[in-house]
């Protein structure tokens, strides 16, 4: 059984790294704020375009990282190597096609999704540049699913945080046209951020280069394109996939309810889902060492402490959480204040914000059991339990937020429905189901 020691000196670089990652998110948002409400939405629907595009990505090294910790708990360390050389080959595919689709139809699809032109031309300017950014993102989270896979995550800090300032000093000088810079706003804050992900790649490369024993790992050679290998990964991966791919776009679905109540009540939103993303991150650093930790128990043939373990990190999570939150509620308008100068704007965002408390409450617990079915390889029921999550999260969102045009923070309660279903399926899952003799 890994000890809270353990635990934690796998989670908390994990956490450095998400927190300076989505430090570009935060980092968009609060500059845009001070722009105008319609540069923020744009960014919002934008921004929510290019993840869920990312989130194909991103179930695919997902899936990976199972395989990889997997081997590398079996301590077969040749054989992870080939996972990560072939996933950054099909990721580069995959971004290509995802560069090639957006490219012709994010027009058509926004505007199906955008009822204001204003706010739909501004998030076009936004993604001709953002889409860009594929071809490193891709890259980079495979390099994520190898550290986290073979549990050397204090890299991930060092990547983030040089991802991180890139993105923060472009902002500054392209959104606002500093430094003999031209003030490029919406424009700005996209290159900034492609720019931002390609220097993370570059990071990526040379430190795995110059302090990774590749020949130990089998990284030292780039072989042709196993389609066996590639077969035997998106067994585990397809499900991912789509887990993530589904649920971003009902998240998306979710601003596109909102932007159908006005300008104002989407800025609203984007600046609740900009705090809700970091208050995510410990869950979300938590989620992945537990993904990473029950692989690694499995391969080393310990499957009775998986159970035991979850519930540790759950607990872990749910403390972590329970400061975080107190600290929101403690000082809303002035966590808000850093996203906008708007007192009007301030005072609608707080509602939202104490609805987003409570559902980060549920999701401590419910994510680390979530990820800890997903850690067993049996990603297809975590699909499964996705997915009749979801189903109950959209008719309930098509309800209150089309249906009866209930406020943004009445819209934003849809999260405690989502929670309160996925922890009910994956307690009785991890209880009643057989999932202890699946082979990856």
Known sequence: MYTNKQIWSVSYPIFLSLLAQNLINVTDTAFLGHVGEVELGASAMGGLFYICCFTVAFGFSTGSQIIIARRNGERLYGEVGPVMIQGVMFLLVIAAFMFGLSSCFAKDIMRFMISSDTIMDATLEFLDWRIFGFFFSFVNVMFRALFIGITRTKILTLNALVMAVTNIILDYLLIFGHAGFPQMGLKGAAIASVIAEAASSIFFLVYTKFTVDTAKYGLNHFRSFDFKLLHRVLGISIYTMLQYFISMSTFFMFFVAVERLGQKELAVANIARSIYIVMFIPVNSLSTTTNSFVSNTIGAGNINQVIPLINKISRLSFLIMTVFVAVICAFPETIISIYTADPSLVAASVPSLYVIAAAMMLSSVSSI?????????????????????????????????????????????????YYVCLLALCFFYLKKAGWRNKKI
């Open 369 to 417: 059991f979530f990820s800890g079915v997903s850690g067993t390889g049996n990603t297809r029921p975590a699909l499964a339990m996705e997915l009749i999550t979801l189903f109950f999260y959209c008719i309930y969102l098509y309800w209150v937020g089309m249906v009866l045009k209930m406020p943004v923070h009445i819209c934003f309660t849809t999260e405690l429905i």
